[in-house]
Nanobody, 115 residues
Framework: QVQVVESGGGLVQAGGSVRLSCAAS????????MGWYRQRPGNQRELVAE???????DYDESVRGRFTISRDGANNAMWLQMNSLKPGDTAVYYC?????????WGQGTQVTVSS
């Protein structure tokens, strides 16, 4: 059974940086993409950044130029480098591994940006 664990969240001042990590135990069949999502207070979960199996990336407009997603597909790991953080980035951040048939989610890590 695959387990996915995020780490690296915490409290940071506006303008600061945080690096989130995500690691999955076990192996995937037909892994298609990896991604980071967030759920801000009172909002639905939303896609922040995604990276495909061939390395193509996509970002939500609100984070483009500030966040960078990277991965190590061979070791089932990914990271989200978050720079120039804003209070509006405060959320629980989740990582997801997407195979052809299933999505594997982590438990989430809280990032709080103070003004």
């Amino acid at each position: 059974q695959v387990q996915v664990v995020e780490s690296g969240g915490g409290l940071v001042q506006a303008g600061g940086s945080v690096r989130l990590s995500c690691a999955a135990s076990g192996s995937f069949r037909s892994l298609r993409s990896m991604g980071w999502y967030r759920q801000r207070p009172g909002n639905q979960r939303e896609l922040v950044a995604e990276i495909s199996s061939d390395g193509e990336t996509d970002y939500d407009e609100s984070v483009r130029g500030r966040f960078t997603i990277s991965r190590d597909g061979a070791n089932n790991a990914m990271w989200l480098q978050m720079n120039s953080l804003k209070p509006g980035d405060t959320a629980v951040y989740y990582c997801k591994f997407q195979s052809t048939w299933l999505a594997y989610w982590g438990q989430g890590t809280q990032v709080t940006v103070s003004s």
